[in-house]
């Protein structure tokens, strides 16, 4: 029940909201921020209460209730090391973009009701244990998206939203269309995904894998941002209100490459096999692409959109990798950049756009913010340096991590991704200096700005907690991690891809 309850906790907070009466519709924040403090006190339960012995089974929290039994459907929860991090980073992201959202009074009620339920379905993804009910979780993400971005976003917000969605849904066709045939000829009558990665149970041929794989890996990455179907991201991003902006680089991304892990890469080891050098060869791409591409913009929120693609080919990188050291730091990377790309976008969009009303970094470094936004100009600093990867941050050992998983199985990819690492600091650097400590001094004299607010404050200080604790101390997720990729289940995948 406890996994159950951090789901249960976010649409239950959604139906309370959408019940209250207009004259209380300012109690809609207060509510979404209880149901999401109680959906992060049950993630902390459930990752701290992970019993990581080598004796404890791999799975643990599991919950089966039969759902369609005449389908092989059933409500089928649990969690690995990988599970409880990535529910553990839900927690925290929800948190934090309800804080950045704290001056919502446009329809508040909606707003706070769609994010709540985008929250709940997230949840629900990192602990499903049944394809179907995955999928069903993996859906209800995808709606409340438009709805948040067309009404409540900016530039472009309904292009922004349109295309979002129309890459989600294509995406997820892909996925149905996979997953129906994955049923069809398992011949397992059941949709459970340990009785599907059981060979004695279910039966893929390599001719079946070797479509079947493509096409499910690719319906799920489309979610991550693979190049050269990342469009929608930065468009996405860019739209979008400061917290779903958060939520699409935090969490919403990481369904996609989370999914890919535990479904695709899981059940189609062989498909996995005949792929990898391609997949591996588009995380690439990614990564040199989205740094090149962020260091050319002129719009802060474009750089850090763009940011979030070099990011997530990292985690794709690492996928490719098949050795613990790349697979274990792919997971932490989605933790890390989840982190590391919210508070970006929380600052880009709540510190910085709604009060200067500009993302040109030209104009920004008119202005003196260093100064006149004091805290905004320490809190990006902070976040900048996570993302390049500095020691003591999260970015660093995420990537180093996969980087020493590349050098050992995928040495070939090994320099454009180190030349990715390098234009990485410098777009940073470049969107650092160029907004907060422009040479020469500012040429303007700095505007009376409404001074950082205390839910701001705690949102950021949040989040800039969590990147340095798991730079500090790493190994209370990476166990968990490695451990989970030596389960039955998982290491499977290392086992029988590359034979």
């Known amino acids: 029940m406890i996994l159950t309850a951090t789901f249960l906790s976010a649409f239950a907070g959604a139906a309370l909201i959408l019940l209250l009466p207009e004259r209380l519709a300012q109690l809609a924040k207060w509510i979404a921020l209880l149901a999401a403090l109680v959906g992060l006190a049950f993630a902390k339960t459930a990752f701290l209460g992970y019993d990581n012995s080598p004796a404890a089974p791999h799975f643990q929290f599991l919950t089966k209730i039969p759902w369609v039994p005449r389908l092989g459907i059933s409500f089928s929860t649990g969690a690995d090391g990988i599970s409880v991090v990535m529910l553990l980073l839900t927690g925290i992201i929800a948190v934090a973009g309800i804080l950045f959202s704290w001056n ?6 909606a707003f706070f009701a769609f994010y709540l339920i985008i929250i709940g379905g997230v949840y629900g993804v990192f602990q499903s244990f049944d394809l179907f009910l995955l999928f069903v979780f993996y859906e209800i993400v995808i709606i409340p998206k438009y709805f948040l971005i067309a009404a409540w976003g900016s530039t472009n917000r309904e292009y922004g939203a ?7 849904v294509a995406g997820s066709a892909l996925v149905l269309l996979a997953m129906i045939a994955t049923y069809a000829v398992s011949g397992a009558h059941s949709f459970d995904l340990f009785t599907l990665a059981d060979p004695s ?20 990455a489309v ?3 693979l190049w050269p179907l990342h469009t929608w991201a930065p468009t996405g991003h860019v739209a979008a209100p400061t917290a779903v902006s958060m939520l699409l680089a935090g969490v919403v991304m990481k369904l996609g490459s989370y999914s890919a892990l535990r479904v695709a890469m899981t059940l189609f080891p062989q ?3 005949q792929w990898r050098i391609a997949i591996a060869g588009l995380a690439t791409a990614g990564i040199v692409f989205g740094a090149l591409v962020a260091l050319a913009q002129k719009d802060l929120k474009f750089t850090v959109g763009y940011s979030s693609i070099a990011h997530m080919g990292f985690v794709l990188l690492g996928l490719m990798t098949l050795n613990l050291p790349g697979l274990g730091g792919s997971v932490l990377q989605m933790f890390s950049h989840g982190i590391i790309g919210g508070l970006l976008f929380a600052v880009v969009g709540r510190m910085i756009y709604d009060r200067t009303h500009t993302r040109d970094i030209a104009e920004l470094g008119k202005m003196d913010l260093a100064k006149a936004l004091p805290f905004a100009a ?6 900048s340096v996570a993302s390049m990867g500095l020691p003591g941050f999260s970015g660093f050992i995420a990537e180093f991590t996969i980087l020493k998983g590349s050098w050992n199985s995928l040495p070939l990819f090994l320099i454009p991704a180190g030349i990715g690492v390098v234009i990485t600091v410098a777009f940073t650097l470049r969107a650092l200096q160029r907004t907060f400590y422009p040479s020469g001094g500012p040429s303007a004299h700095a505007h009376p700005f409404d001074p950082i607010t205390l839910p701001e404050k705690l949102g950021a200080l949040m989040l800039m907690a969590a990147t340095l604790f798991v730079g500090l101390f790493p190994s209370a997720l990476l166990d968990p991690i490695l451990r989970s990729f030596q389960s039955p289940l998982m290491h499977r995948l290392i086992q029988e891809a590359g034979k």
């Open 223 to 225: 979610l991550a941002g």
């Open 378 to 383: 320490l809190t990006f600093t902070v976040a």
């Open 201 to 220: 149970k279910a039966h893929f041929s390599p001719a079946f894998q070797a479509w079947t794989f493509p096409v499910m890996f690719t319906g799920f």
């Open 271 to 273: 498909g996995l096999d």
């Open 104 to 109: 919502v009074t446009h329809r508040p009620r």
């Open 162 to 168: 349109m295309k979002l969605t129309m890459y989600s």
